[in-house]
């Protein structure tokens, strides 16, 4: 199975951006890169995804590097909302299914 | 994107009982996966729900202790059969959606066994 690596916890102070980053050597070139975020006692809500080019929504950019094997979800302005764990997943070619790593837990300081 | 309603959304059961979990999808979808956290833990899939075949299920789960039914495009049920305290997790179903919105997961149903 494709893996990807996250920290287990990051700190990130109210109001100011969060970079959170996801290291994924092994992924093929058609393995999408997914992040989804668990708030607490809530399923995991999609936040974005990419393949190759950097992605802009609502809620988050997708840094995707060059080689592809690091990408970096950027949360703009962190809102204590935002507290919650984030994970990094990679859909493995023809595979349909989600797999779900440890993921980052996201602390946001007033 | 599309909205699930699951449940129980929470349910205390006796050792050696069922509990089916419904989740209805507001749109059609191929398929529908169940997943499993155990407390403090992440999601592991249990198993994939296609309409009109068997579902297939990943490593570890069987059909004996997960049945799963799919009888239309919107809909699906996971029994946890035979329940003993380790079965104890949170459950949730969850969908691809259609267009570029990823997947939508349900609110879950946390199980206690006791």
């Known amino acids: 199975d494709a893996k990807t690596t996250q920290p287990n916890s990051m700190e990130s102070n109210e109001e100011e951006p969060v970079h959170l980053p996801c290291n994924h050597s092994?992924?093929?070139?058609?393995?999408?890169i997914h992040w989804y975020r668990q708030l607490p006692s809530q399923g995991p809500e999609y936040v974005i995804h990419?393949?190759?080019s950097n992605v802009n929504n609502r809620m988050a950019s997708l840094a995707i590097a060059e080689d592809r094997k690091s990408s970096t979800l950027i949360l703009h302005r962190a809102t204590l909302r935002d507290a919650a764990v984030y994970y990094c997943i990679l859909l493995v070619g023809s595979a349909r299914q989600l797999t779900f790593g440890s993921g980052t837990q996201l602390t946001v300081l007033p | 994107s599309a909205v699930i309603s699951q449940k129980p959304s929470r349910d205390i059961c006796q050792r050696g009982t069922s509990l089916t979990i419904q989740c209805q999808v507001d749109?059609?979808?191929?398929?529908m996966f169940w997943y499993r956290q155990q407390p403090g833990q992440s999601l592991t899939l249990i198993a994939t729900a296609n309409q009109g075949s068997e579902a297939t299920y990943e490593s570890g789960f069987v059909i004996d202790k997960f049945p799963i039914s799919r009888p239309n495009l919107t809909f699906s049920t996971l029994t946890v059969s035979n329940m003993s305290p380790e079965d104890s997790s949170i459950y949730l179903c969850?969908?691809?959606?259609?267009?570029?919105?990823?997947?939508?997961f349900g609110s879950g149903t946390r199980l206690t066994v006791v």
């Open positions: 969850s969908v691809r959606d259609r267009g570029d919105y990823g997947y939508t």
């Open positions: 092994t992924i093929s070139g058609t393995d999408y």
């Open positions: 749109s059609q979808v191929t398929m």
């Open positions: 990419g393949l190759t």
